[in-house]
C-alpha cells in the first residue's frame, strides 16, 4: 500500500509542486547545505533538482537512514554534527516516537506546541559544528535549509558571511527568535524575505519584501497554529 501510495497521482503531483518550489532558488550544480537534514527528504528534493548537498544531522537513527539511502550518491556528504553559534558538544533531547521534534532548545521543548502531547525520553550528547566551519570545509553554498526545532538563532549566529538564499522554520509561539534571526541577518548584509506557510510550497508573496512586510502579514493571521518558513535573500 505504501510503495502504490508512493505513486499515486496526488503524490506525484504534489512532489513535482515541491521542485518547482525549489527549483526558485536551486540551479543544477549548486551546492546546498540541508541543516536538519533528518531522514533526507529535502535533500532528495535537492538532487533531483541537480544539486550537490552536505546533508548535516546529528541523531542516531536519522543518520542510519541518512547513510542507508545516500552513501552510494558522490552528490551527498553526510556529516553527524549538530550546527550552532560555536563549535563544541550540546545535549540533544531525543523524542522517540517522532525524531522529526528532536531539540537542542529547552525553551521549544518546554513551551512549544508538541509540549503536552509529547515527551522526549532520552538525550544525545553530539559534537555542534557551525554554518562557517562546514563553508570552510565544503565551500560556499548558494541555498541552505535550516529546519532545527527552535536553535534557528544559534544556527545563524555561526554564520559571519551571506549566503545566497537561506530558509528556517518559524512558529507563532516563538516569532521573536525569528525576528532575532532576521536582525542577525541584516547585521551581515542587506535582505529580502519571503515565507512559504507550512506544507504549501508557494510563497507568501509574489516578489520578496522588506521585514516589517512579512511581520505585519503573519502578525495579522489569526491562526493559532501558524507556522512556515521564512526565506532569506541577500541581494
Known amino acids: ?51 550537490t548537498v552536505v546533508a548535516v544531522e546529528p541523531q542516531e537513527v536519522c543518520l542510519r537512514s541518512l547513510y542507508k539511502r545516500y552513501r552510494k550518491n558522490k552528490r551527498v556528504t553526510i556529516v553527524g554534527k549538530a550546527v550552532g553559534e560555536k563549535e563544541g558538544y550540546g545535549e540533544l533531547a531525543v523524542c522517540e516516537s517522532a525524531n522529526t521534534i528532536s531539540t537542542l532548545s529547552d525553551k521549544w521543548r518546554n513551551a512549544g506546541r508538541f509540549s503536552r502531547d509529547y515527551k522526549w525520553t532520552k538525550t544525545q550528547t553530539v559534537p555542534i559544528t557551525t554554518l562557517d566551519s562546514l563553508i570552510s570545509l565544503y565551500g560556499q553554498p548558494t541555498f541552505c535549509k ?42 551581515i548584509g542587506e535582505i529580502k524575505v519571503n515565507c512559504s506557510l507550512r506544507a504549501s510550497w508557494e510563497f507568501l508573496f509574489p516578489w520578496w519584501v522588506e521585514p516589517d512586510e512579512l511581520y505585519n502579514k503573519l502578525e495579522s493571521t489569526k491562526d493559532e497554529l501558524l507556522q512556515g518558513d521564512i526565506y532569506i535573500k541577500f541581494v
Open 1 to 51: 500500500k505504501i510503495a502504490i501510495a508512493k505513486y499515486s497521482p496526488k503524490n506525484i503531483r504534489y512532489q513535482k509542486k515541491i521542485l518547482r518550489f525549489y527549483s526558485q532558488l536551486v540551479q543544477p550544480g549548486d551546492l546546498c547545505f540541508d541543516i536538519g537534514a533528518n531522514v533526507g527528504d529535502i535533500t532528495h528534493v535537492l538532487l533531483k533538482l541537480g544539486a
Open 146 to 187: 535550516i529546519d532545527v526545532e527552535g536553535f534557528e538563532p544559534f544556527v545563524l549566529k555561526g554564520l559571519s558571511k551571506p549566503i545566497h538564499f537561506i530558509s528556517f522554520e518559524f512558529t507563532r509561539e516563538f516569532f521573536d527568535d525569528a525576528k532575532e534571526c532576521i536582525n542577525y541577518l541584516l547585521s
